[in-house]
Protein backbone atom coordinates (compact mmCIF):
# COMPACT_ATOMS: atom_id res chain seq x y z
CA UNK A 1 0.00 0.00 0.00
CA UNK A 2 1.03 3.78 -0.60
CA UNK A 3 2.41 5.61 1.85
CA UNK A 4 0.93 9.03 2.68
CA UNK A 5 2.03 12.14 0.82
CA UNK A 6 2.22 15.69 2.41
CA UNK A 7 -0.87 16.57 0.35
CA UNK A 8 -2.61 13.21 1.22
CA UNK A 9 -2.74 14.47 4.47
CA UNK A 10 -3.39 17.60 3.83
CA UNK A 11 -6.73 16.32 2.21
CA UNK A 12 -7.57 14.05 5.00
CA UNK A 13 -7.42 16.93 7.51
CA UNK A 14 -9.56 18.87 5.51
CA UNK A 15 -12.16 16.03 5.65
CA UNK A 16 -11.06 15.68 9.45
CA UNK A 17 -11.67 19.23 9.71
CA UNK A 18 -8.97 20.35 11.32
CA UNK A 19 -6.49 23.37 10.50
CA UNK A 20 -3.28 21.58 10.97
CA UNK A 21 -0.27 24.02 10.99
CA UNK A 22 2.71 23.92 8.43
CA UNK A 23 5.16 22.13 10.95
CA UNK A 24 2.20 19.81 12.12
CA UNK A 25 1.51 18.33 8.88
CA UNK A 26 5.59 17.52 8.33
CA UNK A 27 5.60 16.18 11.78
CA UNK A 28 2.13 13.75 10.84
CA UNK A 29 3.36 12.85 7.06
CA UNK A 30 6.59 11.11 8.92
CA UNK A 31 4.42 9.43 11.49
CA UNK A 32 1.10 8.54 9.35
CA UNK A 33 3.25 6.55 7.23
CA UNK A 34 5.01 4.60 10.05
CA UNK A 35 1.55 3.91 11.70
CA UNK A 36 0.08 2.98 8.35
CA UNK A 37 3.05 0.41 7.45
CA UNK A 38 2.31 -1.27 10.57
CA UNK A 39 -1.34 -1.91 10.53
CA UNK A 40 -0.84 -2.98 6.59
CA UNK A 41 -0.35 -6.07 8.73
CA UNK A 42 -3.88 -6.62 8.57
CA UNK A 43 -3.81 -7.56 4.81
CA UNK A 44 -1.87 -10.75 5.56
CA UNK A 45 -3.83 -12.17 7.30
CA UNK A 46 -5.78 -14.83 5.56
CA UNK A 47 -9.19 -13.54 5.64
CA UNK A 48 -11.09 -13.03 1.94
CA UNK A 49 -14.14 -15.77 3.12
CA UNK A 50 -14.73 -14.21 6.10
CA UNK A 51 -17.00 -12.05 7.25
CA UNK A 52 -16.27 -8.65 8.46
CA UNK A 53 -17.42 -8.27 12.54
CA UNK A 54 -18.26 -4.24 13.65
CA UNK A 55 -19.61 -5.24 16.98
CA UNK A 56 -18.93 -7.84 19.30
CA UNK A 57 -22.92 -8.06 19.99
CA UNK A 58 -24.85 -9.14 17.65
CA UNK A 59 -27.39 -7.21 18.08
CA UNK A 60 -30.50 -5.71 15.51
CA UNK A 61 -33.05 -2.83 16.12
CA UNK A 62 -32.83 -2.73 19.74
CA UNK A 63 -36.44 -0.71 20.48
CA UNK A 64 -37.78 0.90 23.48
CA UNK A 65 -41.31 1.68 23.98
CA UNK A 66 -42.69 5.25 21.82
CA UNK A 67 -43.27 6.45 25.46
CA UNK A 68 -42.76 10.31 26.25
CA UNK A 69 -40.05 10.92 29.14
CA UNK A 70 -38.57 13.13 31.06
CA UNK A 71 -35.48 15.19 28.69
CA UNK A 72 -33.30 18.51 29.60
CA UNK A 73 -34.75 21.80 30.45
CA UNK A 74 -33.94 23.88 27.36
CA UNK A 75 -31.59 26.21 29.98
CA UNK A 76 -29.81 23.33 30.74
CA UNK A 77 -28.90 22.11 27.22
CA UNK A 78 -27.65 25.91 26.56
CA UNK A 79 -25.69 26.04 29.76
CA UNK A 80 -22.40 25.03 28.08
CA UNK A 81 -22.83 26.35 24.68
CA UNK A 82 -20.43 28.86 23.34
CA UNK A 83 -23.05 30.97 22.32
CA UNK A 84 -27.24 30.69 22.67
CA UNK A 85 -29.41 33.48 21.37
CA UNK A 86 -33.37 33.17 21.85
CA UNK A 87 -33.60 29.48 23.51
CA UNK A 88 -31.08 28.65 20.61
CA UNK A 89 -27.53 27.55 19.58
CA UNK A 90 -25.54 30.31 18.40
CA UNK A 91 -23.50 29.36 15.24
CA UNK A 92 -20.84 31.12 12.96
CA UNK A 93 -22.61 31.64 9.26
CA UNK A 94 -22.91 28.60 7.22
CA UNK A 95 -23.93 29.91 4.26
CA UNK A 96 -21.61 32.23 2.38
CA UNK A 97 -22.90 36.22 1.67
CA UNK A 98 -22.15 35.50 -3.14
CA UNK B 1 -9.87 5.86 64.20
CA UNK B 2 -6.59 4.50 65.26
CA UNK B 3 -5.50 3.42 62.08
CA UNK B 4 -5.21 4.92 58.85
CA UNK B 5 -8.46 4.07 56.96
CA UNK B 6 -7.01 5.30 53.81
CA UNK B 7 -4.56 1.71 53.79
CA UNK B 8 -7.96 -0.49 54.41
CA UNK B 9 -9.36 -1.81 51.70
CA UNK B 10 -12.88 -0.83 50.26
CA UNK B 11 -14.60 -4.09 51.88
CA UNK B 12 -13.22 -3.03 54.97
CA UNK B 13 -14.65 0.11 54.87
CA UNK B 14 -17.67 -0.93 54.33
CA UNK B 15 -17.81 -3.58 57.51
CA UNK B 16 -16.33 -0.31 59.64
CA UNK B 17 -19.17 2.06 58.34
CA UNK B 18 -21.79 -0.62 59.40
CA UNK B 19 -20.11 -0.92 62.74
CA UNK B 20 -20.50 2.04 63.39
CA UNK B 21 -16.31 2.33 64.19
CA UNK B 22 -16.41 5.37 61.81
CA UNK B 23 -18.63 7.85 59.98
CA UNK B 24 -18.37 8.06 56.47
CA UNK B 25 -17.68 11.70 56.24
CA UNK B 26 -14.31 10.77 58.93
CA UNK B 27 -13.37 7.81 56.31
CA UNK B 28 -14.26 10.70 52.80
CA UNK B 29 -12.19 13.18 54.64
CA UNK B 30 -9.55 10.86 55.27
CA UNK B 31 -8.75 10.25 51.45
CA UNK B 32 -9.38 14.02 51.03
CA UNK B 33 -6.19 14.66 53.29
CA UNK B 34 -4.62 12.11 52.11
CA UNK B 35 -5.12 13.37 48.73
CA UNK B 36 -4.33 16.95 49.61
CA UNK B 37 -1.14 15.54 50.71
CA UNK B 38 0.24 13.45 48.10
CA UNK B 39 -1.82 14.39 44.65
CA UNK B 40 0.74 17.35 44.05
CA UNK B 41 3.21 14.58 43.43
CA UNK B 42 1.42 12.06 41.80
CA UNK B 43 -1.21 14.26 39.77
CA UNK B 44 -4.11 11.50 39.64
CA UNK B 45 -6.92 14.30 40.10
CA UNK B 46 -7.88 16.83 37.37
CA UNK B 47 -10.41 18.02 39.81
CA UNK B 48 -11.23 17.29 43.74
CA UNK B 49 -14.97 17.44 44.69
CA UNK B 50 -14.43 17.84 48.47
CA UNK B 51 -17.70 19.35 49.15
CA UNK B 52 -19.78 16.96 47.15
CA UNK B 53 -18.08 14.06 48.53
CA UNK B 54 -18.54 15.34 52.21
CA UNK B 55 -21.85 16.36 51.79
CA UNK B 56 -22.78 12.91 50.25
CA UNK B 57 -20.51 11.03 53.08
CA UNK B 58 -22.78 12.96 55.42
CA UNK B 59 -26.20 12.08 53.73
CA UNK B 60 -24.93 8.54 54.11
CA UNK B 61 -24.40 8.89 58.24
CA UNK B 62 -27.84 10.40 58.68
CA UNK B 63 -29.32 7.96 56.59
CA UNK B 64 -27.46 5.57 58.74
CA UNK B 65 -28.31 7.06 62.14
CA UNK B 66 -31.85 7.01 61.20
CA UNK B 67 -31.85 3.33 60.91
CA UNK B 68 -32.47 3.13 56.76
CA UNK B 69 -31.30 0.25 54.84
CA UNK B 70 -28.50 1.26 53.23
CA UNK B 71 -26.64 -0.45 50.45
CA UNK B 72 -23.29 -2.21 51.33
CA UNK B 73 -21.21 0.16 50.00
CA UNK B 74 -22.94 3.21 51.30
CA UNK B 75 -20.01 5.74 52.28
CA UNK B 76 -17.29 4.16 50.24
CA UNK B 77 -15.65 7.17 48.65
CA UNK B 78 -14.84 6.79 45.04
CA UNK B 79 -13.08 8.16 42.24
CA UNK B 80 -13.83 8.48 38.67
CA UNK B 81 -12.16 8.81 35.31
CA UNK B 82 -12.91 12.18 34.12
CA UNK B 83 -14.09 10.45 30.77
CA UNK B 84 -17.59 9.81 32.79
CA UNK B 85 -20.42 12.32 32.29
CA UNK B 86 -20.81 13.81 36.06
CA UNK B 87 -23.67 16.36 36.73
CA UNK B 88 -21.98 19.47 38.23
CA UNK B 89 -18.37 18.23 37.81
CA UNK B 90 -16.44 19.30 35.19
CA UNK B 91 -15.74 16.88 32.78
CA UNK B 92 -12.93 17.34 30.26
CA UNK B 93 -11.05 13.55 29.26
CA UNK B 94 -7.72 15.35 29.62
CA UNK B 95 -8.96 17.59 26.61
CA UNK B 96 -8.39 21.50 26.26
CA UNK B 97 -11.67 21.15 24.03
CA UNK B 98 -13.48 20.62 26.52
CA UNK B 99 -12.15 22.49 29.63
CA UNK B 100 -14.35 23.81 32.18
CA UNK B 101 -17.22 21.53 30.82
CA UNK B 102 -19.95 20.46 33.44
CA UNK B 103 -22.16 18.46 31.63
CA UNK B 104 -25.97 18.38 32.58
CA UNK B 105 -26.68 14.91 33.27
CA UNK B 106 -24.77 12.13 34.83
CA UNK B 107 -23.52 8.59 33.39
CA UNK B 108 -25.90 6.15 34.26
CA UNK B 109 -22.70 4.31 36.08
CA UNK B 110 -22.45 7.66 38.11
CA UNK B 111 -25.95 7.39 38.65
CA UNK B 112 -25.60 3.99 40.00
CA UNK B 113 -22.55 5.30 42.36
CA UNK B 114 -24.96 7.82 43.94
CA UNK B 115 -27.66 5.76 44.55
CA UNK B 116 -25.19 3.36 46.36
CA UNK B 117 -24.36 6.42 48.23
CA UNK B 118 -20.79 6.39 47.22
CA UNK B 119 -19.18 9.78 47.39
CA UNK B 120 -17.46 10.69 44.67
CA UNK B 121 -13.72 12.14 45.47
CA UNK B 122 -12.92 13.83 41.96
CA UNK B 123 -12.22 13.17 38.33
CA UNK B 124 -9.02 11.10 37.53
CA UNK B 125 -6.65 12.25 35.25
CA UNK B 126 -6.15 9.73 31.87
CA UNK B 127 -4.78 10.57 28.32
CA UNK B 128 -6.60 12.97 25.83
CA UNK B 129 -10.07 11.21 24.80
CA UNK B 130 -8.55 8.09 26.43
CA UNK B 131 -5.60 7.72 23.60
CA UNK B 132 -2.67 6.58 25.22
CA UNK B 133 -0.94 4.31 27.62
CA UNK B 134 0.93 6.47 29.59
CA UNK B 135 -1.55 9.65 30.90
CA UNK B 136 1.13 11.18 28.94
CA UNK B 137 -1.31 13.13 26.23
CA UNK B 138 -3.56 14.76 29.21
CA UNK B 139 -3.62 17.98 27.90
CA UNK B 140 -3.29 18.86 32.08
CA UNK B 141 0.00 16.91 32.45
CA UNK B 142 1.31 13.56 33.35
CA UNK B 143 0.47 11.37 36.10
CA UNK B 144 3.01 9.90 37.91
CA UNK B 145 3.17 6.02 39.69
CA UNK B 146 3.40 6.11 42.88
CA UNK B 147 5.91 2.93 42.85
CA UNK B 148 8.61 5.92 41.45
CA UNK B 149 7.41 9.38 39.86
CA UNK B 150 9.79 9.18 37.25
CA UNK B 151 7.68 6.46 36.08
CA UNK B 152 4.32 6.25 33.81
CA UNK B 153 1.22 5.21 35.76
CA UNK B 154 -0.22 3.29 32.56
CA UNK B 155 -2.93 4.71 30.51
CA UNK B 156 -5.12 5.81 29.29
CA UNK B 157 -6.58 5.63 33.32
CA UNK B 158 -3.17 5.93 34.85
CA UNK B 159 -5.50 8.37 37.10
CA UNK B 160 -7.68 6.18 38.16
CA UNK B 161 -4.42 3.19 38.59
CA UNK B 162 -2.59 5.82 40.29
CA UNK B 163 -5.22 7.01 42.92
CA UNK B 164 -5.74 3.71 44.24
CA UNK B 165 -2.10 2.64 44.11
CA UNK B 166 -1.41 6.00 46.21
CA UNK B 167 -4.24 5.36 48.62
CA UNK B 168 -6.33 8.48 47.70
CA UNK B 169 -9.14 6.19 47.17
CA UNK B 170 -10.02 2.52 47.67
CA UNK B 171 -11.79 2.35 44.48
CA UNK B 172 -12.31 3.95 41.22
CA UNK B 173 -13.81 3.61 37.71
CA UNK B 174 -12.00 3.22 34.89
CA UNK B 175 -12.84 2.42 31.43
CA UNK B 176 -11.21 -0.31 28.97
CA UNK B 177 -11.02 0.28 25.01
CA UNK B 178 -8.02 -1.36 24.38
CA UNK B 179 -6.34 -1.94 27.83
CA UNK B 180 -6.90 1.13 29.96
CA UNK B 181 -7.97 -0.59 32.79
CA UNK B 182 -5.66 -3.66 33.06
CA UNK B 183 -2.26 -2.43 31.34
CA UNK B 184 -2.44 0.75 34.17
CA UNK B 185 -3.54 -2.07 37.16
CA UNK B 186 -0.43 -3.99 35.95
CA UNK B 187 2.35 -1.25 35.82
CA UNK B 188 0.99 0.47 39.61
CA UNK B 189 0.60 -3.17 41.53
CA UNK B 190 -3.75 -2.97 41.36
CA UNK B 191 -6.30 -5.17 40.33
CA UNK B 192 -8.60 -3.95 37.29
CA UNK B 193 -11.27 -5.62 35.54
CA UNK B 194 -12.69 -4.69 31.90
CA UNK B 195 -15.94 -6.51 32.05
CA UNK B 196 -17.72 -8.17 29.13
CA UNK B 197 -18.78 -5.74 26.45
CA UNK B 198 -22.42 -4.69 27.26
CA UNK B 199 -21.89 -5.45 30.80
CA UNK B 200 -21.71 -2.16 31.82
CA UNK B 201 -23.86 0.63 30.71
CA UNK B 202 -21.89 3.13 28.50
CA UNK B 203 -24.13 6.16 28.41
CA UNK B 204 -23.01 9.30 29.40
CA UNK B 205 -19.10 7.63 29.14
CA UNK B 206 -17.75 9.78 26.48
CA UNK B 207 -17.45 7.71 23.63
CA UNK B 208 -13.97 7.04 21.78
CA UNK B 209 -14.39 3.50 20.39
CA UNK B 210 -18.22 2.68 20.48
CA UNK B 211 -17.55 -1.31 20.15
CA UNK B 212 -14.92 -1.75 21.61
CA UNK B 213 -15.12 0.42 24.82
CA UNK B 214 -16.36 -0.57 28.72
CA UNK B 215 -16.32 0.48 32.01
CA UNK B 216 -14.95 -1.28 34.96
CA UNK B 217 -13.44 -1.33 38.44
CA UNK B 218 -10.37 -0.71 39.63
CA UNK B 219 -9.29 -1.17 42.92
CA UNK B 220 -6.00 -3.15 45.62
CA UNK B 221 -7.51 -6.58 45.70
CA UNK B 222 -9.86 -8.61 43.65
CA UNK B 223 -12.73 -8.89 46.05
CA UNK B 224 -13.40 -4.62 45.70
CA UNK B 225 -12.78 -5.02 42.16
CA UNK B 226 -16.23 -7.32 42.36
CA UNK B 227 -17.98 -4.57 45.01
CA UNK B 228 -17.54 -2.34 42.41
CA UNK B 229 -18.79 -3.98 39.93
CA UNK B 230 -21.73 -5.50 41.28
CA UNK B 231 -22.76 -1.36 41.96
CA UNK B 232 -22.15 -0.30 38.00
CA UNK B 233 -23.08 -4.02 35.99
CA UNK B 234 -26.60 -4.50 34.93
CA UNK B 235 -29.22 -3.70 32.10
CA UNK B 236 -29.72 0.06 30.77
CA UNK B 237 -32.63 1.12 28.74
CA UNK B 238 -30.62 4.31 28.26
CA UNK B 239 -27.61 2.13 26.39
CA UNK B 240 -28.65 -0.06 23.48
CA UNK B 241 -25.45 -2.36 23.54
CA UNK B 242 -26.58 -3.32 27.10
CA UNK B 243 -26.66 -6.88 27.81
CA UNK B 244 -30.44 -7.59 29.17
CA UNK B 245 -29.39 -9.66 32.25
CA UNK B 246 -28.56 -9.19 35.52
CA UNK B 247 -24.75 -8.27 36.60
CA UNK B 248 -23.30 -11.72 37.31
CA UNK B 249 -22.37 -13.07 40.40
CA UNK B 250 -18.62 -11.60 40.69
CA UNK B 251 -18.84 -10.74 44.92
CA UNK B 252 -19.83 -14.21 45.37
CA UNK B 253 -17.13 -15.82 43.04
CA UNK B 254 -14.18 -13.68 44.57
CA UNK B 255 -15.17 -14.50 48.31
CA UNK B 256 -15.73 -18.37 47.13
CA UNK B 257 -12.27 -18.67 44.98
CA UNK B 258 -11.31 -21.98 43.84
CA UNK B 259 -9.68 -23.13 40.91
CA UNK B 260 -9.63 -26.85 41.32
CA UNK B 261 -10.34 -29.03 38.49
CA UNK B 262 -10.41 -26.11 36.13
CA UNK B 263 -8.68 -26.38 32.59
CA UNK B 264 -6.47 -22.69 32.00
CA UNK B 265 -5.65 -22.15 28.78
CA UNK B 266 -1.26 -19.51 28.56
CA UNK B 267 -2.06 -17.88 24.91
CA UNK B 268 1.35 -18.97 23.23
CA UNK B 269 0.97 -15.83 21.28
CA UNK B 270 0.86 -13.48 24.56
CA UNK B 271 4.29 -13.32 26.44
CA UNK B 272 7.14 -14.61 24.38
CA UNK B 273 9.90 -12.27 22.39
CA UNK B 274 9.16 -8.69 23.51
CA UNK B 275 8.06 -9.53 26.89
CA UNK B 276 10.29 -8.48 29.71
CA UNK B 277 12.50 -11.07 31.71
CA UNK B 278 10.63 -9.99 34.91
CA UNK B 279 7.50 -9.86 33.65
CA UNK B 280 7.42 -13.39 32.11
CA UNK B 281 9.58 -14.90 35.43
CA UNK B 282 6.28 -13.53 37.99
CA UNK B 283 3.85 -14.88 35.14
CA UNK B 284 5.26 -18.52 35.04
CA UNK B 285 5.39 -18.13 38.64
CA UNK B 286 1.99 -17.56 39.42
CA UNK B 287 0.61 -20.51 36.72
CA UNK B 288 2.45 -22.36 38.71
CA UNK B 289 0.68 -21.49 42.01
CA UNK B 290 -2.60 -22.04 39.95
CA UNK B 291 -1.39 -25.53 39.08
CA UNK B 292 -0.43 -26.26 42.73
CA UNK B 293 -3.81 -25.21 43.69
CA UNK B 294 -5.52 -28.02 41.57
CA UNK B 295 -6.03 -26.01 38.32
CA UNK B 296 -4.97 -28.01 34.89
CA UNK B 297 -2.48 -25.74 32.67
CA UNK B 298 -2.26 -26.17 28.95
CA UNK B 299 -0.88 -24.14 26.38
CA UNK B 300 -3.38 -22.51 23.66
CA UNK B 301 -2.86 -20.89 20.36
CA UNK B 302 -4.66 -18.00 19.57
CA UNK B 303 -2.39 -17.49 15.80
CA UNK B 304 -5.16 -14.39 14.62
CA UNK B 305 -3.93 -12.44 18.08
CA UNK B 306 -0.71 -11.45 15.87
CA UNK B 307 -2.87 -9.24 13.60
CA UNK B 308 -4.81 -7.99 16.79
CA UNK B 309 -2.88 -4.52 17.30
CA UNK B 310 -3.17 -4.02 13.60
CA UNK B 311 -7.09 -4.37 13.60
CA UNK B 312 -7.16 -2.69 16.68
CA UNK B 313 -5.32 0.74 15.00
CA UNK B 314 -7.46 0.57 12.16
CA UNK B 315 -11.03 -0.03 13.69
CA UNK B 316 -10.38 2.86 16.90
CA UNK B 317 -9.00 5.26 14.84
CA UNK B 318 -11.79 4.67 12.31
CA UNK B 319 -14.33 5.00 14.87
CA UNK B 320 -13.08 7.53 16.69
CA UNK B 321 -13.02 9.86 13.74
CA UNK B 322 -16.33 9.52 13.83
CA UNK B 323 -17.30 9.79 17.56
CA UNK B 324 -14.99 13.23 17.85
CA UNK B 325 -16.56 14.69 14.74
CA UNK B 326 -19.45 15.96 17.38
CA UNK B 327 -16.61 18.34 18.63
CA UNK B 328 -17.54 21.34 16.23
CA UNK B 329 -17.43 24.09 18.52
CA UNK B 330 -21.28 24.62 18.29
CA UNK B 331 -23.21 23.18 21.44
CA UNK B 332 -20.58 22.71 23.64
CA UNK B 333 -16.94 23.30 24.45
CA UNK B 334 -14.19 25.09 23.43
CA UNK B 335 -14.86 27.89 20.27
CA UNK B 336 -11.83 29.19 18.38
CA UNK B 337 -11.98 31.42 16.04
CA UNK B 338 -9.64 31.38 13.19
CA UNK B 339 -6.68 34.28 13.48
CA UNK B 340 -7.24 37.10 10.16
CA UNK B 341 -10.21 35.77 8.78
CA UNK B 342 -13.57 38.34 9.13
CA UNK B 343 -16.57 36.85 9.42
CA UNK B 344 -15.52 32.97 9.70
CA UNK B 345 -17.74 30.41 8.46
CA UNK B 346 -18.95 27.59 10.83
CA UNK B 347 -16.71 24.99 8.87
CA UNK B 348 -13.47 27.53 9.38
CA UNK B 349 -14.22 28.02 12.94
CA UNK B 350 -14.70 24.49 13.64
CA UNK B 351 -11.38 23.68 11.76
CA UNK B 352 -9.98 26.24 14.07
CA UNK B 353 -11.17 24.87 17.21
CA UNK B 354 -10.40 21.21 16.45
CA UNK B 355 -6.74 22.54 15.71
CA UNK B 356 -6.23 24.50 19.04
CA UNK B 357 -8.32 22.05 21.31
CA UNK B 358 -7.43 18.80 20.15
CA UNK B 359 -3.67 17.31 21.30
CA UNK B 360 -1.44 15.86 19.05
CA UNK B 361 -2.59 11.93 19.43
CA UNK B 362 -6.14 12.49 19.30
CA UNK B 363 -5.33 14.43 15.45
CA UNK B 364 -3.04 11.60 14.33
CA UNK B 365 -5.91 8.67 15.13
CA UNK B 366 -8.80 11.17 13.55
CA UNK B 367 -7.01 11.14 10.75
CA UNK B 368 -5.64 7.81 10.45
CA UNK B 369 -9.17 6.90 10.85
CA UNK B 370 -10.79 9.04 8.69
CA UNK B 371 -7.67 7.88 5.72
CA UNK B 372 -8.86 4.02 6.79
CA UNK B 373 -12.68 5.09 6.27
CA UNK B 374 -12.03 6.76 2.93
CA UNK B 375 -13.39 5.60 -0.56
CA UNK B 376 -10.89 3.44 -2.55
CA UNK B 377 -8.87 2.26 1.11
CA UNK B 378 -11.82 1.38 2.90
CA UNK B 379 -11.76 -2.54 2.11
CA UNK B 380 -7.60 -2.59 2.31
CA UNK B 381 -7.86 -1.19 6.08
CA UNK B 382 -11.39 -1.08 7.75
CA UNK B 383 -13.06 -3.53 5.82
CA UNK B 384 -9.85 -6.08 6.55
CA UNK B 385 -9.52 -5.01 10.13
CA UNK B 386 -13.30 -6.11 10.58
CA UNK B 387 -12.38 -9.69 9.24
CA UNK B 388 -9.43 -10.25 11.56
CA UNK B 389 -11.47 -9.03 14.21
CA UNK B 390 -13.39 -12.04 13.10
CA UNK B 391 -10.85 -14.54 12.92
CA UNK B 392 -9.71 -13.28 16.45
CA UNK B 393 -13.15 -13.45 17.84
CA UNK B 394 -12.73 -17.67 16.16
CA UNK B 395 -10.00 -17.84 18.30
CA UNK B 396 -11.34 -17.46 21.75
CA UNK B 397 -14.46 -19.46 20.64
CA UNK B 398 -11.71 -22.46 19.96
CA UNK B 399 -9.89 -21.49 23.08
CA UNK B 400 -13.14 -21.44 25.39
CA UNK B 401 -13.77 -24.71 23.94
CA UNK B 402 -10.94 -26.22 25.48
CA UNK B 403 -10.42 -24.31 28.67
CA UNK B 404 -12.54 -22.41 31.32
CA UNK B 405 -9.96 -19.00 31.04
CA UNK B 406 -7.45 -18.07 28.97
CA UNK B 407 -3.89 -16.25 30.88
CA UNK B 408 -1.16 -14.31 30.00
CA UNK B 409 0.78 -11.24 30.85
CA UNK B 410 -1.20 -7.82 30.93
CA UNK B 411 1.22 -5.84 29.54
CA UNK B 412 4.64 -6.51 27.73
CA UNK B 413 6.61 -4.30 30.41
CA UNK B 414 6.95 -2.64 33.64
CA UNK B 415 5.80 1.02 34.14
CA UNK B 416 8.49 2.70 32.03
CA UNK B 417 9.65 6.30 31.97
CA UNK B 418 8.31 9.52 31.77
CA UNK B 419 8.66 10.73 28.09
CA UNK B 420 10.66 7.76 26.70
CA UNK B 421 8.00 6.70 24.15
CA UNK B 422 6.13 9.97 23.70
CA UNK B 423 7.71 10.60 20.24
CA UNK B 424 7.35 6.61 19.29
CA UNK B 425 3.48 6.43 18.44
CA UNK B 426 4.11 2.70 17.57
CA UNK B 427 6.26 1.81 20.77
CA UNK B 428 3.34 3.34 22.63
CA UNK B 429 0.87 1.06 20.77
CA UNK B 430 2.65 -1.80 21.78
CA UNK B 431 1.66 -1.61 25.72
CA UNK B 432 -1.41 -3.12 24.81
CA UNK B 433 -0.81 -5.81 22.22
CA UNK B 434 -1.85 -8.29 25.38
CA UNK B 435 -4.96 -6.62 26.50
CA UNK B 436 -6.32 -5.71 22.78
CA UNK B 437 -7.73 -8.95 21.76
CA UNK B 438 -10.36 -8.94 24.42
CA UNK B 439 -11.70 -5.50 22.98
CA UNK B 440 -12.15 -6.75 19.87
CA UNK B 441 -14.20 -10.10 20.98
CA UNK B 442 -15.74 -8.47 23.84
CA UNK B 443 -14.49 -10.51 26.25
CA UNK B 444 -14.03 -9.43 30.00
CA UNK B 445 -10.79 -9.58 31.18
CA UNK B 446 -9.17 -8.94 34.81
CA UNK B 447 -5.39 -7.73 35.75
CA UNK B 448 -4.18 -7.78 39.21
CA UNK B 449 -0.58 -8.13 40.39
CA UNK B 450 1.61 -11.04 39.76
CA UNK B 451 4.63 -9.56 41.68
CA UNK B 452 7.72 -7.07 41.17
CA UNK B 453 9.97 -7.91 38.38
CA UNK B 454 13.63 -8.74 39.33
CA UNK B 455 15.22 -6.45 37.00
CA UNK B 456 13.87 -3.24 38.40
CA UNK B 457 11.83 -3.68 41.56
CA UNK B 458 8.70 -2.56 39.32
CA UNK B 459 5.45 -4.04 39.80
CA UNK B 460 3.87 -7.03 37.08
CA UNK B 461 0.26 -7.93 36.20
CA UNK B 462 -1.11 -11.17 35.12
CA UNK B 463 -4.31 -10.99 32.70
CA UNK B 464 -7.20 -13.55 33.21
CA UNK B 465 -9.45 -13.78 30.52
CA UNK B 466 -12.98 -15.30 30.29
CA UNK B 467 -15.43 -15.97 27.56
CA UNK B 468 -18.49 -12.94 27.20
CA UNK B 469 -20.90 -12.64 30.49
CA UNK B 470 -18.67 -15.24 32.72
CA UNK B 471 -17.17 -12.33 34.18
CA UNK B 472 -17.17 -14.37 37.53
CA UNK B 473 -14.94 -16.18 36.35
CA UNK B 474 -11.85 -13.75 36.42
CA UNK B 475 -12.90 -13.45 40.26
CA UNK B 476 -12.97 -16.67 40.91
CA UNK B 477 -9.44 -17.32 39.59
CA UNK B 478 -8.17 -13.96 40.31
CA UNK B 479 -9.75 -14.26 44.10
CA UNK B 480 -6.93 -17.80 44.65
CA UNK B 481 -4.11 -16.42 42.99
CA UNK B 482 -4.29 -13.13 44.96
CA UNK B 483 -4.24 -15.11 48.17
CA UNK B 484 -1.86 -17.64 47.33
CA UNK B 485 0.38 -14.51 46.17
CA UNK B 486 -0.31 -11.99 48.83
CA UNK B 487 0.59 -15.37 51.45
CA UNK B 488 3.73 -15.77 49.77
CA UNK B 489 4.82 -12.04 49.42
CA UNK B 490 3.97 -11.51 53.36
CA UNK B 491 0.91 -8.81 52.40
CA UNK B 492 -0.04 -7.09 49.97
CA UNK B 493 2.13 -6.05 46.79
CA UNK B 494 1.30 -2.36 47.80
CA UNK B 495 2.92 -2.38 51.20
CA UNK B 496 6.24 -2.45 49.25
CA UNK B 497 5.57 0.48 47.55
CA UNK B 498 8.04 3.57 48.68
CA UNK B 499 6.09 5.98 50.69
CA UNK B 500 5.23 8.67 49.36
CA UNK B 501 6.26 11.66 51.04
CA UNK B 502 3.35 14.29 52.63
CA UNK B 503 2.97 17.55 51.46
CA UNK B 504 4.42 19.32 54.94
CA UNK B 505 5.12 16.65 56.12
Known sequence: ?98 | MSTDITRASAAEIADVLARREASAAEVTQAHLDRIAAVDGEVHAFLHVDAEGALAAARDIDRRRAAGEELHVMAGVPIAVKDVMATKGLPTTCGSKILQGWIPPYDATLVRRLRAAGMPILGKTNMDEFAMGSSTEHSAYGPTRNPWDLERIPGGSGGGSSAAVAAFEAPLAIGTDTGGSIRQPAAVTGTVGTKPTYGGVSRFGLVALASSLDQAGPCSRTVLDAALLHSVIGGHDPLDSTSIDAPAPPVVEAARHGDVKGMRIGVVKELGGEGYQPGVRARFDESVKLLVDAGAEVVEVSCPSFDYALAAYYLILPSEASSNLAKFDAMRYGLRVLPEGVDDPSAEQVMAATRDAGFGDEVKRRIILGTYALSSGYYDAYYGQAQKVRTLISRDFNAAFEKVDVLLSPTAPTTAFRLGEKLDDPMAMYLNDIATIPANLAGVPGMSLPSGLAEEDGLPTGIQILAPATEDARLYRVGAVLEKLLVDRWGGPLLTQAPVLTAKGA
Not at chain 1, 6 to 24: K, N, Q, T
Not at chain 1, 29 to 40: C, K
Open chain 1, 1 to 98: MSSLSRDDVVHLAGLARIDLSDAELDKMVGELSVILESVAKVQEAGADDVPPMSHPMPLTNVTRPDEVRPSLEVEDALAMAPASELQRFSVPRILSED
